[in-house]
C-alpha cells in the first residue's frame, strides 16, 4: 500500500484534489490518502470538502487576521514540516500555485520525500502578475519530481525550462473531473442555484468572480462600475457577484453595487450551488484560473478580467477574451455577446482545451508506475 498526502488550504486546492481524494480512497487495498489542510481559507476549505463528502484528516489552522504573505509562508513551514516527518508519505501531492501548495513542496523537499506538483506549467513570465501565484508555481516546478501539466502547452514550457521530459505527463485538469462530478449530481436537483431570487430567475445571468491582489488597487471599482453600466444598458440581465471575503474587495463592491435591485451580491458559494449558476449562466466575468477552465465544458463564454492569463489555450481557442479591468473594455465585449447571436455561439462552442475529465484516472496511472 502507497501512503499519498495531499495538502491544501484554499477552495481551489479543495475543488481540484477532491476527485483524486475520492478515488485514492475507493481503492483502499492499494492506497492510503490522507488530507492535511493548511488553513489558509479558514471556511471556505471546510465548506468545499463538504460538497465532495470530505474533511481534512489534519487541520493546520494557521489562518491569522491580515497576515502577511512571509508570515503564512513561514507559520506552514513550521506546521507541516513535523507532520511529514511523522507521516512519512509514499509522495506528497500539492496543486496549483498557492501559498499553501509553495509551503507544502518546499516542506516536502525539505525531508526529502517525493513531490508531485498537479496543474504544473502554467506560466505568464511576469513574475508579479499574477502575485505571487506565478513566482510560486515556478518555485514549485525546483523541487517537484512529477509534474502533471493539464496541456500540451504547459508540458512545453517546462521542457524549455530544462525539466526532464520524463518527468512531465500531460493528464488534463482534475478541475474538469470535480465539474462533470457536481453536475451529475445536480441534475437531480429541481431548482440548485442558489442566491438567485425567483423574481430574477427570467433574466439572462452574468456570473461574476473577481478577487485577484492585482485589481486590488482601482481595479475592482472599474469591474463595477462596468457592471453597473450593463445592467443598466440590458434591462433582462441580472448579476451575481459572491464576493471574496477580503475587505479590499468587498468595500469596492458594496460600495458601489449594493443598492441595485438586479445585481445579487452574497458571500462565497458552496460549491454546488457555483456549479450550478455557471451552468445556468449567460456569460462569465471572471479573474479566476479555474473558472476560465470550467467554463468551456458547459458552453459558456469567459471574459477574463485581467490583462495577461497563464492559462493562454482558452484564449486561443476562442472561449476566453482577456478585457482587463477597463470600464470601457469590459462594457464592449459584454455589450457585444449579449447582443450577437453569431459572436456568442461562436465562443460557446468551443471544445475544453483543459481535459476530458479523466485527469484523474490519468494521475493515479502515473503514481502507480512511479511506486
Known sequence: MRHVALILGTRPEAIKLAPLALALRAQPDRWRCTLIGSGQHRDLLPQTLAAFGLAVDYDLALMRPDQSLAGLTARLLDGLDPLLAALQPDWTLVQ??????????????????????????L??????????????????????????????????????????AATIQVVGNTGI?????????????????????????????????????ENFAGGIAQICMALRE?????????????????????????????????????????????????DRATLIL?????????????????????????????????????????????????????????AYRQMAGVVNPYGDGHATARILGCLAEAA
Not at 97 to 112: I, Q, S
Not at 123 to 143: C, G, H, L, S, W
Not at 241 to 265: G, S
Open 96 to 121: 496549483g500555485d498557492t501559498t499553501t501548495a509553495l509551503a507544502g513542496a518546499l516542506a516536502a523537499f525539505y525531508r526529502r520525500l517525493p513531490v508531485a506538483h498537479i496543474e504544473a506549467g
Open 123 to 164: 506560466r505568464t513570465y511576469d513574475r508579479f502578475a499574477p502575485y505571487p501565484e506565478e513566482a510560486n508555481r515556478r518555485m514549485i516546478t525546483t523541487v517537484a519530481d512529477l509534474h502533471f501539466a493539464v496541456t500540451p502547452e504547459g508540458a512545453a514550457r517546462l521542457i524549455a525550462e530544462g525539466i526532464a
Open 177 to 213: 473531473d470535480a465539474l462533470f462530478w457536481m453536475r451529475d449530481r445536480l441534475c437531480a436537483v429541481p431548482d440548485p442555484t442558489g442566491p438567485l431570487p425567483p423574481a430574477l430567475t427570467g433574466q439572462r445571468l452574468i456570473l461574476v468572480t473577481g478577487h485577484r491582489r
Open 230 to 278: 450593463l445592467v443598466d444598458r440590458f434591462a433582462d440581465v441580472v448579476v451575481v457577484y459572491p464576493v471574496h471575503p477580503n475587505p479590499h474587495v468587498q468595500e469596492p463592491v458594496y460600495r458601489l453595487l449594493a443598492d441595485h435591485p438586479r445585481i445579487v451580491l452574497c458571500a462565497p458559494l458552496a460549491y454546488s450551488p457555483f456549479v450550478a449558476l455557471m
Open 286 to 342: 471572471t479573474d479566476s484560473g479555474g473558472v476560465q477552465e470550467e467554463a468551456p465544458s458547459l458552453g459558456k463564454p469567459v471574459l477574463v478580467l485581467r490583462e495577461t492569463t497563464e492559462r493562454p489555450e482558452g484564449v486561443a481557442a476562442g472561449n476566453a477574451l482577456l478585457v482587463g479591468t477597463d470600464r470601457a473594455r469590459i462594457v464592449a465585449a459584454a455589450g457585444r455577446l449579449l447582443t450577437d447571436p453569431a
